[in-house]
């Protein structure tokens, strides 16, 4: 499966912003998707994902901000940033874990990787 990661950009403190990831290949809805992002000088952490049921989870630090969703028609996920801060400035990398059912936030797991797109949030 390819993913392509879209919607970035820079905004101020406490826009929104929502980022997209479009799949090919294969039918998005079978599989477990997450988003994930790294900062400069950082490791790439876990930011929310979505099972195929649609269950989904987040990170302590986005829960209330952040929304994961799909749209299975459009073979898009979604990730809907609202009250962003500085500290969430980073590249957002989509991903897609084909052997799990549920929405991990190991990313490990997740064995296809979209390309990552900006985010970048000045105060």
């Known amino acids: 499966v390819q993913l392509q990661a879209s919607g970035g950009g820079s905004v101020q403190a406490g826009d929104s912003l929502r980022v997209s990831c479009l799949a090919s290949?294969?039918?998005?809805?079978?599989?477990?998707v997450g988003w994930f992002r790294q900062a400069p000088g950082k490791e790439r952490e876990f930011v929310a994902a979505?099972?195929?049921?649609?269950?989904?989870n987040y990170a302590d630090f986005v829960k209330g901000r952040f929304t994961i969703s799909r749209d299975s028609a459009k073979n898009t996920a979604y990730l809907q940033m609202n009250s962003l801060k500085p500290e969430d400035t980073a590249v957002y990398y989509c991903?897609?874990?084909?052997?799990?059912?549920?929405?991990?936030?190991?990313?490990?797991?997740?064995?296809?990787w979209g390309q990552g797109t900006q985010v970048t949030v000045s105060s």
């Open positions: 290949g294969r039918t998005l809805r079978m599989y477990a």
């Open positions: 991903a897609v874990d084909t052997q799990r059912a549920y929405a991990s936030s190991r990313r490990e797991l997740y064995d296809y």
């Open positions: 979505i099972s195929w049921g649609g269950a989904t």
